[in-house]
């Protein structure tokens, strides 16, 4: 895994000590809640922390990343706060699970995207990654907002029922439950994992405290296409 990786005006690098830490963890607490402050998370210790900065070193986006080898690993990590993967404990990884990913206040351009993916694909092909997941913010804690989209996802987007995780959080909410009338869009996030060939699951959890919705998200790397998986591994050279 070859970091930093520099791609035209951008460059993707791993944070490299507590003052890089810091650092991410300023630009999300900017990025989530609006204002200065710093977002420190009990689990950080546990990730990997993925920079993106423009040619002067102007941090543009960030996310925590961390791989686990067997399924049995996923319990102590983010998602599993939310989700039960109780279902995934025999399933074969390794594992690359994918949090806290943000920009600057809409600021998510089509270069820093596929920077993104350059920079996950390298990190998939170090450690042989099976599967990607996460959770997928949609940015409030009223569901309805969403309803078109979390009925389009019903249809079209829902995983596997042998993996697609279990209710564990009392304020999640099934897609079907939720009207469908309200049309605010997709976050662009997971339109692109979608894009992939990736997979949600089939409720949305409601965070108070980070002011959002999750949806799980993941993506199989043997289920992609070669086509896909070729034009990710140029942008990765």
């Given at each position: 895994m070859t970091f930093p990786f520099e791609k035209g005006r951008l460059t993707a690098r791993l944070a490299a000590g507590a003052e890089d830490l810091r650092a991410c963890q300023g630009f999300r607490h900017l990025s989530f809640f609006g204002r200065e402050?710093?977002?420190v998370a009990?689990?950080?210790p546990l990730f990997q922390h993925l920079m993106i900065e423009d040619g002067a070193?102007?941090?543009l986006g960030t996310l925590r990343f961390r791989v686990s080898v067997q399924g049995?690993?996923?319990t102590n990590g983010y998602v599993?706060?939310?989700y039960d993967l109780a279902r995934w404990q025999h399933v074969a990884g390794p594992f690359l699970e994918i949090g806290r990913f943000c920009t600057r206040p809409n600021d998510l351009d089509a270069d820093l995207l596929r920077m993104l993916w350059g920079a996950l694909t390298r990190i998939v092909d170090a450690h042989g990654i099976a599967m990607l997941f996460g959770c997928t913010s949609f940015t409030g804690t009223n569901p309805s907002r969403y309803?078109?989209?979390?009925?389009?996802l019903a249809r079209n987007h829902l995983g596997p029922a042998a993996l697609r995780p279990d209710l564990r959080d009392p304020k999640a909410r099934r897609f079907d439950d939720i009207p469908v009338t309200g049309i605010a869009p997709m976050?662009?996030?997971l339109k692109s994992y979608l894009s992939l060939g990736g997979w949600v699951g089939d409720h949305?959890?409601?965070d108070h405290e980070m002011n959002t919705l999750h949806v799980f998200t993941c993506l199989e790397v043997n289920a992609m296409s070669a086509a896909r998986v070729a034009r990710l591994r140029a942008v990765a050279s």
């Open positions: 402050g710093v977002d009990p689990l950080d070193g102007k941090l049995a690993e996923l599993a706060r939310h309803g078109a989209v979390f009925h389009r976050p662009a996030l949305v959890v409601v």
